[in-house]
């Protein structure tokens, strides 16, 4: 079966805040999309489309993709596309609320 491309849905975007550079609103971006199922768990992200919607180059995006993959809120497989991790939503509300204490 193949998979879904991150580009069938839109990023819900804010605004970026005035202390943010581009990779904190990359993180922050992406992962209030993880976390809203905006994006699927196991849906491919592709780097070049998630940059064009965030309206900046590739490396911040990569380095926030690395900032979720250390969450274990993204799966990255070597000469693949990075996905939302699907292990995480089995615990999801118990470790929302721990994240949220």
Known sequence: ??????????????VRRMDENNRAY???M??????????QPGCQLSEA???EQ???????????????????LVDVVPLSWPKPALHYWPN????MSALQM
């Open 1 to 14: 079966m193949r998979e879904e491309k991150a580009s069938a849905l839109p990023l819900l975007l804010d």
């Open 26 to 28: 990359a993180y922050r």
């Open 30 to 39: 992406l992962r209030k999309n993880i976390m809203t199922l905006q994006l």
């Open 49 to 51: 489309e998630l940059c």
């Open 54 to 72: 965030l309206a900046m180059s590739r490396t911040p995006v990569h380095e926030a993709l690395m900032m979720l993959k250390s969450e274990w």
């Open 92 to 95: 999801a509300t118990r470790r």
